[in-house]
Nanobody
């Protein structure tokens, strides 16, 4: 079964850290660029970060650059997002998406997981 499964979300205080994971199955993970996007109620998806299939060309949204770090382990079929110095405005459901390393206008049609909730609150 082709799927992506995110984990690692939760509640963090401002300034805190979380590490998100996205485990892929049912396809050759190492062949695909990947991205993290996030979404809050009533808003469209916002691209957060992406990288190429070999882990190169890491890119970040300006709002998270210097605080978040994307990485992948192709041997473990897993994508990661390290979230540091979290801010209240980082609160969202975070999804991993297959097939893109840069922002897209339309994310529909791309494989994504079920999402993991990140809540930043004191």
């Amino acid at each position: 079964q082709v799927q992506l499964v995110e984990s690692g979300g939760g509640l963090a205080q401002p300034g805190g850290s979380l590490r998100l994971s996205c485990t892929a199955s049912g396809f050759t993970f190492a062949n695909h660029a990947m991205s993290w996007i996030r979404q809050t109620p009533g808003k469209g998806p916002e691209w957060v970060s992406g990288l190429y299939s070999d882990g190169s060309n890491k890119a970040y949204h300006a709002s998270v650059r210097g605080r978040f770090a994307i990485s992948r382990d192709n041997d473990r079929n897993t994508l990661y997002l390290q979230l540091n110095n979290l801010k209240v405005e980082d609160t969202a459901v975070y999804y991993c998406v297959r097939g893109a390393a840069q922002p897209l206008r339309n994310w529909s049609g791309l494989l994504r997981g079920q999402g993991t909730q990140v809540t930043v609150s004191s």
